[in-house]
Nanobody, 121 residues
Framework: QVQLVESGGGLVQAGGSLRLSCAAS????????LGWHRQAPGKQRELVAS???????NYADSVKGRFTISRDNAKNTVYLQMNSLKPEDTAAYYC???????????????WGQGTQVTVSS
């Protein structure tokens, strides 16, 4: 079982910064990929950033150069440092863990409850 708990969301002015944290507990494997998604009201949930256990990262084009994802494997925690925030970054941010099983079975995804980020202009 896996549990994900996000923290660090809040209200910030445009140009400001926030750091989101997500603590994973339960059974965590080294192959697990961690990431952040976000969903604004009435819009599709989208990938913001992801990071593998080896440190390989992937970012949405809209956040490249502004957001940085990192992880502390010893603490089973993933972070999202968000700088130069824009009003369009306003959304509920969700921590995600994806477990790959290769050809054995489809990947399994776990989700946190989300944390709200609101950026005012």
């Amino acid at each position: 079982q896996v549990q994900l708990v996000e923290s660090g969301g809040g209200l910030v002015q445009a140009g400001g910064s926030l750091r989101l944290s997500c603590a994973a507990s339960g059974t965590i494997f080294s192959i697990d990929t961690l990431g952040w998604h976000r969903q604004a009201p009435g819009k599709q949930r989208e990938l913001v950033a992801s990071i593998t256990s080896s440190g390989s990262t992937n970012y949405a084009d809209s956040v490249k150069g502004r957001f940085t994802i990192s992880r502390d494997n010893a603490k089973n925690t993933v972070y999202l440092q968000m700088n130069s925030l824009k009003p369009e970054d306003t959304a509920a941010y969700y921590c995600n863990l994806e477990r790959q099983y290769g050809s054995s079975r489809p990947p399994r995804a776990y989700w946190g409850q989300g944390t709200q980020v609101t950026v005012s202009s």
